[in-house]
Protein backbone atom coordinates (compact mmCIF):
# COMPACT_ATOMS: atom_id res chain seq x y z
CA UNK A 1 0.00 0.00 0.00
CA UNK A 2 1.43 3.40 -1.34
CA UNK A 3 1.39 5.87 1.54
CA UNK A 4 2.25 9.47 1.79
CA UNK A 5 4.39 11.56 4.02
CA UNK A 6 4.73 15.10 5.15
CA UNK A 7 8.62 16.73 5.44
CA UNK A 8 7.39 20.40 4.82
CA UNK A 9 8.25 21.35 8.50
CA UNK A 10 9.46 24.44 8.71
CA UNK A 11 9.16 25.28 5.06
CA UNK A 12 6.79 28.36 4.07
CA UNK A 13 4.57 26.09 2.28
CA UNK A 14 4.22 24.06 5.52
CA UNK A 15 0.12 22.97 5.88
CA UNK A 16 -1.06 19.94 5.00
CA UNK A 17 -2.79 19.05 1.15
CA UNK A 18 -6.48 19.07 0.60
CA UNK A 19 -7.62 15.34 1.36
CA UNK A 20 -8.74 14.65 -2.68
CA UNK A 21 -5.08 15.98 -3.42
CA UNK A 22 -3.94 12.99 -0.61
CA UNK A 23 -5.66 10.19 -1.88
CA UNK A 24 -4.78 11.32 -5.37
CA UNK A 25 -1.27 11.24 -4.97
CA UNK A 26 -1.53 7.83 -3.10
CA UNK A 27 -3.66 6.40 -5.46
CA UNK A 28 -1.20 7.45 -8.81
CA UNK A 29 1.75 5.74 -6.40
CA UNK A 30 -0.48 2.23 -5.73
CA UNK A 31 -1.22 2.26 -9.45
CA UNK A 32 2.46 3.06 -10.70
CA UNK A 33 4.11 0.87 -7.83
CA UNK A 34 5.80 3.51 -5.95
CA UNK A 35 5.92 2.81 -2.68
CA UNK A 36 6.11 6.45 -0.97
CA UNK A 37 4.98 10.04 -1.74
CA UNK A 38 7.23 12.56 0.13
CA UNK A 39 5.74 15.94 0.52
CA UNK A 40 8.32 18.76 0.18
CA UNK A 41 6.57 22.01 -0.02
CA UNK A 42 3.11 21.86 0.18
CA UNK A 43 0.01 24.07 1.14
CA UNK A 44 -0.10 27.80 1.90
CA UNK A 45 -2.26 30.24 3.28
CA UNK A 46 -4.57 32.11 0.37
CA UNK A 47 -2.93 35.43 -1.23
CA UNK A 48 -4.78 37.93 0.65
CA UNK A 49 -5.59 36.31 4.24
CA UNK A 50 -4.68 38.20 7.27
CA UNK A 51 -1.09 37.53 8.39
CA UNK A 52 -0.79 35.03 5.61
CA UNK A 53 2.61 33.00 5.38
CA UNK A 54 2.93 32.09 1.96
CA UNK A 55 5.03 32.71 -1.31
CA UNK A 56 5.03 32.49 -5.20
CA UNK A 57 2.36 32.02 -7.00
CA UNK A 58 -1.10 30.67 -5.48
CA UNK A 59 -0.99 27.34 -7.08
CA UNK A 60 -0.08 26.14 -3.52
CA UNK A 61 -3.11 27.83 -2.02
CA UNK A 62 -5.45 25.97 0.21
CA UNK A 63 -3.28 22.91 -0.35
CA UNK A 64 -4.14 23.01 -4.16
CA UNK A 65 -0.79 21.73 -5.07
CA UNK A 66 2.43 20.02 -3.43
CA UNK A 67 6.46 19.46 -4.56
CA UNK A 68 7.18 15.73 -4.04
CA UNK A 69 9.22 13.53 -4.59
CA UNK A 70 9.09 9.65 -5.35
CA UNK A 71 10.12 6.99 -2.91
CA UNK A 72 10.90 3.65 -3.85
CA UNK A 73 12.49 1.38 -0.79
CA UNK A 74 13.50 4.45 1.04
CA UNK A 75 15.22 5.85 -1.89
CA UNK A 76 14.40 9.18 -3.56
CA UNK A 77 14.03 8.34 -7.61
CA UNK A 78 15.51 10.64 -10.48
CA UNK A 79 13.54 10.90 -13.21
CA UNK A 80 17.00 11.05 -15.42
CA UNK A 81 17.35 7.96 -13.91
CA UNK A 82 14.05 5.88 -13.25
CA UNK A 83 11.91 7.52 -16.48
CA UNK A 84 9.34 5.28 -17.06
CA UNK A 85 8.45 5.45 -13.36
CA UNK A 86 8.52 9.16 -13.48
CA UNK A 87 6.34 8.84 -16.56
CA UNK A 88 3.54 5.85 -14.62
CA UNK A 89 2.96 7.77 -12.23
CA UNK A 90 2.35 11.52 -14.09
CA UNK A 91 -0.14 9.33 -15.96
CA UNK A 92 -1.71 8.08 -13.64
CA UNK A 93 -2.48 10.99 -11.28
CA UNK A 94 -3.08 12.96 -14.80
CA UNK A 95 -6.10 10.17 -15.16
CA UNK A 96 -7.20 10.58 -11.64
CA UNK A 97 -7.68 14.14 -12.44
CA UNK A 98 -4.53 16.11 -11.51
CA UNK A 99 -4.63 19.30 -13.69
CA UNK A 100 -1.15 21.06 -12.85
CA UNK A 101 2.00 19.19 -13.60
CA UNK A 102 5.49 20.85 -13.10
CA UNK A 103 9.14 19.13 -13.73
CA UNK A 104 12.68 19.85 -15.01
CA UNK A 105 16.04 19.72 -14.32
CA UNK A 106 16.26 23.27 -14.36
CA UNK A 107 13.37 23.75 -12.75
CA UNK A 108 13.41 21.68 -9.39
CA UNK A 109 15.66 19.33 -10.35
CA UNK A 110 15.43 15.90 -11.34
CA UNK A 111 14.31 14.54 -7.78
CA UNK A 112 10.90 16.99 -7.74
CA UNK A 113 7.50 17.01 -9.39
CA UNK A 114 5.10 19.10 -8.66
CA UNK A 115 1.48 18.05 -8.94
CA UNK A 116 -1.96 19.64 -8.20
CA UNK A 117 -4.91 21.24 -9.20
CA UNK A 118 -6.37 24.24 -11.41
CA UNK A 119 -5.71 25.12 -14.85
CA UNK A 120 -4.56 22.16 -16.77
CA UNK A 121 -1.46 22.72 -17.77
CA UNK A 122 2.41 21.35 -17.56
CA UNK A 123 5.39 23.42 -17.47
CA UNK A 124 9.20 23.50 -16.70
CA UNK A 125 12.03 26.01 -15.77
CA UNK A 126 10.57 29.12 -15.06
CA UNK A 127 7.09 27.78 -15.05
CA UNK A 128 6.29 27.99 -18.51
CA UNK A 129 4.81 25.51 -20.90
CA UNK A 130 7.34 25.76 -23.58
CA UNK A 131 10.19 24.26 -21.08
CA UNK A 132 7.97 21.27 -20.14
CA UNK A 133 10.05 18.09 -20.58
CA UNK A 134 8.82 16.22 -23.26
CA UNK A 135 8.61 13.06 -21.62
CA UNK A 136 6.27 14.96 -19.17
CA UNK A 137 4.00 16.48 -22.05
CA UNK A 138 3.22 12.83 -23.46
CA UNK A 139 2.83 11.70 -20.25
CA UNK A 140 0.50 14.28 -18.62
CA UNK A 141 -1.38 13.76 -22.40
CA UNK A 142 -2.03 10.34 -21.96
CA UNK A 143 -3.10 10.36 -18.66
CA UNK A 144 -5.84 13.31 -19.13
CA UNK A 145 -7.01 11.06 -22.13
CA UNK A 146 -7.76 8.32 -20.24
CA UNK A 147 -10.23 7.40 -17.67
CA UNK A 148 -10.03 7.64 -14.42
CA UNK A 149 -7.87 5.20 -12.42
CA UNK A 150 -6.92 3.29 -16.13
CA UNK A 151 -3.38 1.58 -15.71
CA UNK A 152 -0.76 3.37 -17.64
CA UNK A 153 0.44 1.37 -20.49
CA UNK A 154 4.42 0.54 -21.39
CA UNK A 155 5.96 3.41 -23.69
CA UNK A 156 6.89 3.02 -27.20
CA UNK A 157 10.55 2.73 -27.84
CA UNK A 158 12.66 2.13 -30.23
CA UNK A 159 12.72 -1.33 -31.73
CA UNK A 160 10.10 -3.75 -32.04
CA UNK A 161 6.67 -2.62 -30.70
CA UNK A 162 2.87 -3.83 -31.35
CA UNK A 163 -0.04 -2.12 -32.32
CA UNK A 164 -2.54 -1.80 -29.38
CA UNK A 165 -5.53 0.42 -30.71
CA UNK A 166 -8.57 -1.64 -30.39
CA UNK A 167 -10.21 0.06 -34.30
CA UNK A 168 -6.76 0.14 -35.44
CA UNK A 169 -3.73 2.72 -36.10
CA UNK A 170 -3.31 4.62 -39.16
CA UNK A 171 -0.11 5.16 -41.09
CA UNK A 172 0.15 8.26 -42.34
CA UNK A 173 2.81 9.62 -44.70
CA UNK A 174 4.23 12.34 -42.01
CA UNK A 175 4.27 13.32 -38.11
CA UNK A 176 0.81 14.67 -37.88
CA UNK A 177 -2.94 13.93 -38.44
CA UNK A 178 -2.84 16.76 -41.47
CA UNK A 179 -0.67 13.85 -42.95
CA UNK A 180 -3.04 11.50 -45.02
CA UNK A 181 -3.09 8.13 -44.53
CA UNK A 182 -2.99 4.67 -46.71
CA UNK A 183 -2.67 1.88 -44.32
CA UNK A 184 -5.05 0.87 -41.28
CA UNK A 185 -3.25 -1.18 -38.79
CA UNK A 186 -4.99 -4.09 -36.87
CA UNK A 187 -4.58 -4.44 -33.31
CA UNK A 188 -1.63 -6.97 -32.82
CA UNK A 189 0.48 -5.56 -35.83
CA UNK A 190 4.69 -6.00 -34.51
CA UNK A 191 6.39 -3.36 -36.57
CA UNK A 192 9.93 -1.65 -35.67
CA UNK A 193 10.01 1.85 -34.56
CA UNK A 194 12.98 3.32 -35.81
CA UNK A 195 12.68 7.45 -34.20
CA UNK A 196 10.49 9.56 -32.82
CA UNK A 197 9.24 12.78 -34.16
CA UNK A 198 6.72 15.81 -33.06
CA UNK A 199 6.84 18.32 -30.04
CA UNK A 200 6.41 15.61 -27.73
CA UNK A 201 8.34 13.21 -29.51
CA UNK A 202 4.26 11.37 -30.27
CA UNK A 203 5.01 10.60 -33.52
CA UNK A 204 6.60 7.14 -34.45
CA UNK A 205 8.54 6.60 -37.52
CA UNK A 206 8.17 2.67 -38.31
CA UNK A 207 9.18 0.10 -41.08
CA UNK A 208 6.50 -2.55 -41.14
CA UNK A 209 8.59 -5.48 -42.70
CA UNK A 210 11.77 -4.86 -40.44
CA UNK A 211 13.41 -4.96 -43.73
CA UNK A 212 15.43 -1.81 -43.16
CA UNK A 213 12.81 0.34 -45.49
CA UNK A 214 10.81 3.10 -43.76
CA UNK A 215 7.10 2.87 -44.41
CA UNK A 216 5.90 6.22 -42.56
CA UNK A 217 4.54 7.20 -38.79
CA UNK A 218 2.01 6.31 -36.35
CA UNK A 219 0.88 7.89 -33.29
CA UNK A 220 3.18 6.62 -30.33
CA UNK A 221 0.63 6.59 -27.70
CA UNK A 222 -0.81 3.20 -29.28
CA UNK A 223 2.43 1.03 -29.24
CA UNK A 224 3.76 -1.07 -27.21
CA UNK A 225 6.87 -2.68 -26.49
CA UNK A 226 6.36 -6.24 -27.77
CA UNK A 227 8.33 -7.76 -25.12
CA UNK A 228 5.89 -5.77 -22.93
CA UNK A 229 2.55 -8.08 -24.63
CA UNK A 230 1.10 -11.03 -22.89
Same mark, same amino acid.
Given at each position: MAT??????? %?????? +???QLER? +????????????????????DSLGAPNARRTGSTRHDNG????????DRGDVLDFDVQR???????????? +??????????????? %????????TKLVWGAGGKAVNAPAWLKVAAAK?????PAAAAIA %??????????????? %??????????????? +?????ELTVTAFSGAGGEWALVDLDDDGLLDG???AAYLTPTDAVD
Amino acid at each position: MATLVYNNAG %KTRNKK +LKPQLERL +LTDAAEASGIDKVSVTSGGQDSLGAPNARRTGSTRHDNGEAADIQLLDRGDVLDFDVQRQRFEAFVTAAAS +LGATGIGAGAAYMGT %KTIHVGFGTKLVWGAGGKAVNAPAWLKVAAAKGWGQPPAAAAIA %KARIGRNTVIARNGL %KLRGGPGENFTHSVL +LKAGTELTVTAFSGAGGEWALVDLDDDGLLDGFVFAAYLTPTDAVD
